[in-house]
């Protein structure tokens, strides 16, 4: 899963997690994107055939960054594990809730996701009889995060705290 994507891609997907996060992720269209990145529609549409292939070069890229930052610390233990998933750049954020919003209409969008969580399932529980368990409960804190549902920065903060002071724990 570690391709690498050209500058020309990279751009494109950078245009289109800003206009999520500008103008929300059910505003996202290939026109505003096209016009964030400084490119012609056609330059866009030559890389990005269509909204869904923006969106699935979108999940590409945010799987394989979130991969590569926990890849390593999936393979110590779960205390590592857990720190590197609690990171999320704001670009990595907005582009989740693109797709989040564009998985409501095309559930199948989301299939590599599935893919990657279930190899995270095996290898966390390798770790840890309960290793699973802080896998759901730290993508729970994400998930609440990514939908703005957390009532303060202090309930994440200490909600994250808890969950690294488990993950040492259970190392």
């Known amino acids: 899963m570690n391709t690498q994507i050209s500058p020309s891609k990279q751009r494109l997907l950078i245009a289109a997690a800003e206009?999520?996060?500008i103008d929300g992720a059910g505003n996202l269209t290939l026109d505003k994107v096209a016009e964030r990145a400084g490119v012609s529609k056609g330059g866009l549409l030559y890389h990005y055939p269509s909204k869904r292939a923006l969106l699935e070069g979108m999940l590409t890229h945010l799987?394989?960054?979130?991969?590569?930052?926990?890849?390593?610390?999936?393979?110590?233990?779960?205390?590592?594990?857990?720190?590197?998933?609690?990171?999320q750049?704001?670009?990595?954020?907005?582009?989740?809730?693109?797709?989040?919003?564009?998985?409501?209409?095309?559930?199948?969008?989301?299939?590599?996701?599935?893919?990657l969580v279930s190899r995270w399932l095996g290898r966390t529980a390798e770790l840890s009889k309960w290793g699973p368990l802080l896998l759901l409960a730290n993508e729970g804190l994400r998930f609440l995060d990514l939908l703005d549902?957390?009532?303060?920065?202090?309930?994440?903060?200490?909600?994250?705290?808890l969950l690294l002071e488990a993950g040492e724990q259970l190392a």
């Open 19 to 21: 206009v999520t996060q």
């Open 63 to 87: 799987l394989q960054t979130i991969e590569s930052r926990v890849a390593e610390a999936i393979e110590t233990d779960l205390g590592s594990y857990v720190e590197a998933m609690c990171t």
């Open 89 to 115: 750049p704001a670009a990595e954020r907005a582009m989740a809730q693109a797709l989040l919003a564009a998985a409501a209409e095309d559930p199948a969008l989301l299939s590599p996701a599935r893919e």
């Open 149 to 161: 549902l957390l009532p303060s920065a202090a309930d994440h903060a200490r909600l994250r705290g």
